[in-house]
């Protein structure tokens, strides 16, 4: 019997594969897709994400921001957000509370990629791709996992780490609280005329908000991910469009802040529905990242929630594996769950409440917003305490993670 069976090689499942590894547990890691990631110097992977200080500070810890880096990631040191109906803006940069920038930008890939490489250093992780999930027991002392291909895996924990429309959930039975925000994002990259000058910027519309997440690709300072959100019928439209058209809607949404867009890569197009697993843990079993809760990405957060899971289950287990203590047993799980549900459903809550306020035409509700955002941007501890929320700095957050922010 396996100490834990890992399913889903995705950032956070990848991430506490490496965690329990160094930590000496016996693991299996599950993966649907293939363990050989395509990231490419001379090309840029659509999917970005916004890596806080926290995220890094734990990928650091784990020997793998080295590869990252090695690969592309671009440190952003501005914020920037304001309302497109109104005057307010908030903007605040690394230097407000004294950090050199306020995170980073990574092609998925490359974090994959690092992931992966790292993983084959560890004697205690066996990790098998192409993997196809049959079934979930439970046994006296854990759950087992079998493949399509009969194959059977005994572990005192099962870790649900495949994503938003976990199987591993449904075959737990542990159902989701969720609503579709009726909303799509269309991400791509993309060049424009002027430098972004590292700092991060998000338009809100009454249709979404637009984000140009800045890239720096060989010096060039010229190049964004773009996260652009709007109702289905809208994004509809816009994936419709031919690129001379799309880059001009494009730059008049973003109010040609940054000047015109002068070439774009491939559209992609995704749903966005938020979900909240009702519970994260049962006896023997445990949901993180995406499985357990996926999250609107205006703030760029998910990824960075599924890494701060994956470093305090890795935590706790570690604990109960020094002292002797049956992993499987739900008191363990439980105080992963107790420590990370609260952070969760706060991210969850806010980032719903922003959706709806920035959407709302109610003529108080704009009023309220552009007041808010002007007295945030001339008040300094708020603002602050912001940049603390944009680095990822919790009160709870694991030893590891303090010990390289
Ligand atoms: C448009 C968009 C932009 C985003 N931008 C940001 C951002 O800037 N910052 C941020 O923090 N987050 C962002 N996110 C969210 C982020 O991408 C997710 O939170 C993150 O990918 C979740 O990681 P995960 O490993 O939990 O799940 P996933 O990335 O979904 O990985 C799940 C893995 O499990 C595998 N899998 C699935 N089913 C099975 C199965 N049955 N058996 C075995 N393996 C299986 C999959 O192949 C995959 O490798 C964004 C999301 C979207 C949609």
């Known amino acids: 019997m396996q100490d834990v069976v890992i399913v889903g090689g995705g950032m956070v499942g990848a991430s506490l594969a490496v965690l329990l590894g160094?930590?000496?547990?016996?693991?299996?890691l599950l993966e649907a897709r293939s363990f050989n990631v395509d990231w490419q110097a001379n090309s840029i992977d659509a999917r970005v994400s916004a890596i806080t200080a926290a995220s890094r500070a734990l990928l650091a810890s784990m020997d793998v921001w080295p590869g990252i880096i090695a690969r592309r990631a671009s440190a952003y040191t501005g914020m920037r957000v304001w309302d497109s109906e109104g005057s307010g803006e908030v903007v605040f940069s690394a230097a407000d509370v004294g950090v050199a920038e306020l995170g980073h930008i990574v092609e998925n890939s490359a974090?994959?990629?690092a992931l992966y490489a790292r993983l084959e250093a560890l004697d205690h992780v066996q990790c098998i791709d192409n993997a196809t999930i049959?079934?979930?027991?439970?046994l006296a002392t854990g759950r087992c996992v079998t493949l399509s291909d009969g194959r059977r895996f005994e572990a005192n924990v099962v870790v649900a780490a495949d994503g938003a429309r976990s199987t591993l959930r449904q075959l737990a039975g542990i159902e989701v609280s969720s609503h579709d925000t009726g909303h799509c994002a269309i991400v791509t990259t993309v060049r424009h005329e002027h430098s972004h000058g590292r700092t991060a910027q998000q338009r809100f519309q009454p249709t979404g908000p637009l984000a140009f997440l800045p890239l720096v690709i060989d010096g060039d300072?010229?190049?964004s991910s773009i996260v652009w959100s709007a109702d289905v019928a809208?994004?509809?439209r816009l994936m419709a469009l031919d690129d001379a058209e799309f880059s001009s809607r494009l730059a008049s949404a973003f109010e040609h802040c940054l000047g015109a867009i002068t070439s774009v890569e491939p559209r992609h197009s995704f749903a966005l529905t938020q979900r909240h697993a009702q519970r994260y843990v049962e006896e023997g079993f445990a949901l993180i990242g995406d499985a357990a809760h996926s999250i609107h990405p205006l703030a760029g957060q998910g990824v960075n929630l599924g890494l701060m899971d994956a470093a305090v289950l890795a935590e706790e287990l570690a604990w109960a594996k020094q002292r002797g203590a049956p992993l499987h047993d739900l008191r363990?799980?439980?105080?992963?769950?107790r420590r990370r549900r609260l952070d969760?459903?706060?991210?969850?809550?806010?980032?719903?409440?922003f959706r709806v306020g920035f959407a709302s035409d109610i003529p108080l509700v704009r009023l309220a917003r552009n007041l808010?955002?002007?007295g945030v941007n001339g008040t300094m501890p708020i603002k602050r305490f912001l940049a603390r929320q944009a680095l990822g700095e919790r009160s709870d957050l694991p030893a590891r993670i303090k010990a390289h922010l």
Not at 134 to 138: D, G, I, R, T, Y
Not at 344 to 353: P, R, V
């Open 332 to 337: 363990i799980l439980s105080r992963y769950s």
């Open 234 to 236: 809208e994004a509809e």
């Open 134 to 138: 049959e079934a979930l027991e439970p």
């Open 372 to 374: 808010g955002m002007r």
């Open 221 to 223: 300072s010229r190049y």
């Open 22 to 28: 160094e930590a000496k547990l016996n693991v299996t």
């Open 111 to 113: 974090i994959l990629a």
């Open 344 to 353: 969760n459903t706060m991210m969850l809550t806010l980032m719903d409440a």
